[in-house]
């Protein structure tokens, strides 16, 4: 069974519309993260949370928002979308600082 | 910034043949990782290796922390092997990590 459920696994959205995410994770782990990767890039951090409070934000839009409604939640809001967008968006989580574990990823196109 | 530089970008190999990746980087990498891309987007942890030879089953990883760089040795490949592989190192704190473009196997039955 997947211990970190990503939803939906494929998303199609028109420019200028907004989409969320959702990552729920099963590993009891109170650090989790989004990754992007977009296509012919590397894998690229974009936020952290450690007990719902975001760390680390890499992403220079604020059109990307993340929510923590608990401590095992993190999803993705991500508005005024653009075809730039487009991309497999990855949750994860950690125990500490060793091992990261990746979520199934969302596959975002925005048309 | 950190940057992570792996090759070859692609290799072909035949089912029982040995891989050898290679990964360089920019800066002292405190936890050196590789995962697995499998052919379908899924994400796995292969190994942590800061320093020196690790093993787990067919995979061997050398690091060598002084020149910046970490290999990936898969021995006796298997076409279930096919996929991508990632280096990453962490930036600054440990849960952020940089990773590489990544290596593209694909083993031949």
């Known amino acids: 069974d997947p211990k970190i459920i990503q939803k939906p696994k494929y998303l199609v959205a028109v420019t200028g519309s907004e989409k969320i995410l959702i990552c729920e994770q099963y590993l009891g782990h109170n650090a989790m993260y989004w990754y992007r990767q977009s296509a012919k890039k590397p894998l690229e951090f974009m936020f952290s949370y450690s007990y719902q409070k975001l760390m680390d934000n890499q992403t220079a839009s604020s059109r990307f928002q993340p929510q923590s409604s608990k401590k095992n939640h993190l999803d993705l809001q991500i508005t005024a979308l653009k075809p730039d967008d487009s991309a497999t968006y990855f949750c994860?989580?950690?125990?500490?600082?060793?091992?990261?574990?990746f979520g199934a990823g969302t596959r975002l196109s925005v048309l | 910034g950190q940057q992570v530089q792996q090759s070859p970008a692609s290799l072909v190999l035949q089912e029982g043949e040995n891989a050898e990746l290679q990964c360089n980087f920019s800066s002292t990498a405190t936890q050196l990782q590789w995962f697995y891309q499998s052919p379908g987007g899924s994400l796995v942890s292969l190994l942590s290796n800061p320093s020196g030879t690790k093993h787990t089953g067919r995979l061997t990883s050398t690091t060598v922390t002084k020149e910046r760089r970490s290999s990936l040795h898969i021995s006796s490949s298997q076409t279930t092997d096919s996929g991508t592989y990632l280096c990453a190192i962490p930036r600054n704190m440990g849960y952020k990590l940089t990773f590489g473009t990544g290596t593209s196997l694909l083993v031949d039955p």
């Open positions: 994860a989580s950690s125990p500490g600082i060793n091992t990261l574990y």
